[in-house]
């Protein structure tokens, strides 16, 4: 196979399997599985990229064989004549890749010299993890200004009280909401803190309840020069009834500015 020269980047990239807590639910750790997927990308000849180190440097390659039996991982090596000093130096390679369109990470050591049916290769040991990032992309839809979408939710203080919020959406879609909250109320959005029964107030569709799961919490300086804080939630036990409510507003807001920018609107 042929592959791209050994390059540089300005910036390292930001690998998801750099954050475990982030995106635990989609770390395998079964080895029949890692060497399954593995064994796909092999017999599938799917293109790989190979970040060296911090990933200021990569290669693309392609898995050639997995052995399980020995633990082992293949990787085709850059072509002759290319420089493969970086490779050999490298203490750390990080695999990227898609199966499926699904992406997948894996940390590798060191790489070592191999031969493999009779051609130099490069060799490591299969990983004990394997990061699959299979999720769901929805659609996410900024609310008018003019109709505000709100959600009222009860919130348990530092002193055991509670406090009803009631705060703006930023953006909806089919897999959550992100809040618009005072920076002053960062220490009641810890990540993955409960929230049931918040209300979603949605225009024209009503009031809709659901729980929410606090996924992400950034702090934003917006032109308006207020920060605030955006607080990502998702769905969590959302019957479809009350999902295909959100689906249908957010398909209704989104043929309604079509409809205007195209001048068709009344």
Request: charged letters at 25%; a negative charge; hydrophobic letters at 40%.
């Amino acid at each position: 196979m042929r592959m791209s020269q050994t390059t540089d980047i300005d910036a390292a990239p930001d690998f998801e399997i750099d954050h475990p807590d982030e995106f635990a639910p989609y770390f395998l750790d079964n080895p029949r599985e890692i060497a399954l997927f593995l064994d796909l990308l092999s017999k599938r000849g799917s293109i790989v990229t190979a970040h060296l180190n911090e990933g200021r440097q990569f290669f693309l390659t392609s898995i050639l064989a997995v052995d399980a039996a020995s633990g082992t991982l293949l990787l085709d090596p850059p072509q002759a004549g290319e420089n493969i000093l970086p490779v050999r130096s490298a203490t750390q390679v990080t695999l990227v890749g898609t199966l499926e369109k699904v992406k997948l990470q894996l940390r590798l050591p060191a790489l070592q010299d191999a031969v493999y049916d009779g051609k130099n290769v490069l060799s490591a040991p299969i990983p004990e993890r394997l990061l699959r990032l299979q999720r769901r992309e929805y659609f996410r839809l900024e609310p008018p200004h003019t109709h505000p979408v709100l959600c009222t939710l009860t919130a348990t203080m530092a002193s055991g009280a509670t406090q009803t919020l009631e705060l703006p959406l930023s953006n909806i879609s089919g897999g959550g909401v992100s809040l618009v909250a005072p920076t002053d109320l960062a220490d009641l959005f810890p990540r993955d803190a409960l929230f049931k029964d918040c209300r979603l107030e949605i225009p024209d569709e009503g009031v809709i309840p659901v729980n929410l799961r606090v996924r992400k919490t950034i702090e934003i300086l917006p032109q308006s020069g207020h920060r605030s804080l955006r607080v990502g939630c998702e769905y969590i036990g959302l019957p479809a009834s009350r999902l295909a409510m959100i689906e249908r507003y957010i398909a209704r807001i989104e043929r309604e500015r079509k409809a205007r920018d195209s001048g068709l609107a009344d």
